[in-house]
C-alpha cells in the first residue's frame, strides 16, 4: 500500500494511550495483572465493519468492535499491549508496519 505522508498525518487527529502490561504473583501464587500507559500518541482511527451477516450480529450482541489505528513507525509496540481511546479498552490482535516504516496499523479489538 502506497501512503502519502500529509494525507495520513491530516487523519491522525485522536489521542489513544498504549498501555503495557506488567505481571506479579501474590503470595497466594496468583498472578496480579496491572497497566500503566507506555506511551500517547496522536492516531487516525478507523472503525470496521465486520464481514457477514451472521459476525455483524455477533459482534453487535457481544459489542465488539473491529478498529485500526494508524500511528507513527515505532519499534517499541507488541501484540501484548493494548490501547485506551474514548473510554473504551482495546485489545491490539495485529501490528502492519508500512514498507517505508513512517506509519503502522495497529489492528485491534473491543475488550469484552
Do not use: C, H
Amino acid at each position: 500500500m502506497i501512503w502519502k505522508k500529509n494525507e495520513v498525518l491530516g487523519r491522525m487527529n485522536e489521542r489513544i494511550v498504549i498501555e503495557s502490561v506488567t505481571e506479579t504473583r501474590s503470595a497466594s501464587g496468583q498472578v496480579n495483572k496491572s497497566w500503566s500507559t507506555f506511551a500517547t500518541v496522536w492516531a487516525a482511527v478507523e472503525y470496521k465493519r465486520v464481514g457477514t451477516d451472521e459476525k455483524e450480529m455477533v459482534a453487535r450482541e457481544t459489542a465488539i468492535g473491529n478498529v485500526e489505528f494508524t500511528v507513527r513507525y515505532r519499534t517499541d509496540l507488541d501484540e501484548k499491549m493494548r490501547i485506551s481511546f474514548d473510554s473504551k479498552v482495546y485489545d491490539i490482535e495485529r501490528i502492519l508496519p508500512e514498507q517505508e516504516k513512517q506509519f503502522m496499523i495497529l489492528e485491534a479489538k473491543t475488550r469484552n
